[in-house]
């Protein structure tokens, strides 16, 4: 089969050389998929360019989605082979059925963006209609993020450092844009856009740099996630 290697972390795209691997085979409770598209994620590009912070293994096969670190050895496209290769093999709880709506290439966006902020919304805060969430710049999860919340009914803050991108947020629907590059105590912002009470969750994608802010703009019980 084809299949794409890096040679190297940090060898540039340009490195990645087109191989010949022999068709993986199964073990007990594991399947062989087709692959007929795959998406590139931030953090594929981290370990092309050579800042991504975990280590990477030599002829690696990208891309693949995120992992925490503590299972960095299982990760798709870091400690393992990505999907970037006609066959690959996965276990059989990582995957589940294309709803049948979306093309192969729609799909195959949604395993690190769309389920990262699924799960972050939905599944650890259990947002509902009439709640507000607080989406950290125009990125792939909380571009994701804003769909799913309007979808639902869910109000919508979202920051950026850009007006052209806070006017782009809107037009798909969200209520509020904060710039922070212009309005660097933005978590005050959101509590007014609250009325004083906070939002109900914040998809927190900045880290140690806009954490303490992330825990000022939320509400008393609520938590960044």
Not at 1 to 26: H, T
Not at 58 to 81: F, K, M, Q, R, T
Not at 114 to 138: D, P, Y
Request: glycine fraction near 14%; hydrophobic fraction near 40%.
């Amino acid at each position: 089969m084809r299949a794409y290697q890096l040679p190297k972390g940090g060898a540039g795209i340009d490195a990645l050389v087109k191989v010949e691997r022999p068709n993986p085979k199964p073990a007990y409770r594991q399947v062989v998929v087709k692959v007929n598209a795959c998406s590139l994620n931030f953090r594929d590009l981290g370990i092309v360019r050579g800042t991504y912070r975990m280590p990477v293994r030599e002829n690696l096969i990208p891309p693949g989605g995120e992992a925490p670190s503590d299972v960095h050895a299982s990760a798709l496209g870091g400690g393992i082979d990505g999907m970037l290769a006609e066959y690959v093999v996965l276990e059989e709880d990582g995957v589940v059925k294309i709803p049948a709506h979306l093309s192969l290439e729609e799909g195959a966006t949604l395993p690190c963006a769309g389920v990262t902020v699924w799960n972050a919304m939905m599944e650890h805060a259990k947002l509902i209609a009439g709640q507000t969430v607080l989406l950290q710049g125009t990125g792939g999860v909380s571009i994701f993020g804003l769909q799913l919340a309007r979808t639902m009914g869910i109000q919508v803050i979202i920051t950026s450092s850009s007006d052209d991108k806070i006017a782009r947020a809107k037009a798909l629907g969200a209520n509020h844009g904060i710039n922070y590059k212009t309005t660097p105590d933005w978590e005050k912002a959101a509590l007014g856009f609250t009325g004083g009470r906070g939002v109900d969750h914040v998809v927190e994608v900045g880290g140690a740099a806009t954490f303490a802010r992330s825990f000022g703009a939320i509400r008393v019980g609520a938590g960044p996630r």
